[in-house]
Nanobody, 124 residues
């Protein structure tokens, strides 16, 4: 089993910054990709940013130029640096990781896991 724990959310004024962190633990040989998603009540969850194991990144249009996703493979950690925050960025932010581990017999096991989410509120 794999567990993801997000942190770094909170209340920030418009124009401010926050850094979200996602730490993965458990049966992990490697993390293939990590994504940050956000959701507000009554809306579909949307992808904010995504990074592959090769470092290729992808951002929602709303995040381009303001948010930066990064990862530390040695620590099974990903970050989302958010700058120039706007009230419309208010949401619960969750990370999702696609993981791989090998059983004792060498069989590869892939999985996708979600964290519990962290609230980001942008308000004056």
């Amino acid at each position: 089993q794999v567990h993801l724990v997000e942190s770094g959310g909170g209340l920030v004024h418009p124009g401010g910054s926050l850094r979200l962190s996602c730490v993965a633990s458990g049966r992990i040989s490697s993390i293939n990709a990590i994504g940050w998603y956000r959701q507000t009540p009554g809306k579909e969850r949307e992808l904010v940013a995504h990074v592959t194991n090769r470092g290729t990144t992808n951002y929602a249009n709303s995040a381009k130029g303001r948010f930066t996703i990064s990862r530390d493979n040695a620590k099974n950690t990903a970050h989302l640096d958010m700058n120039s925050l706007k009230p419309e960025d208010t949401a619960v932010y969750s990370c999702r990781a696609e993981t791989l581990y090998y059983t004792d017999s060498g069989e590869p096991v892939v999985g996708a896991y979600w964290g519990q989410g962290t609230q980001v509120t942008v308000s004056s």
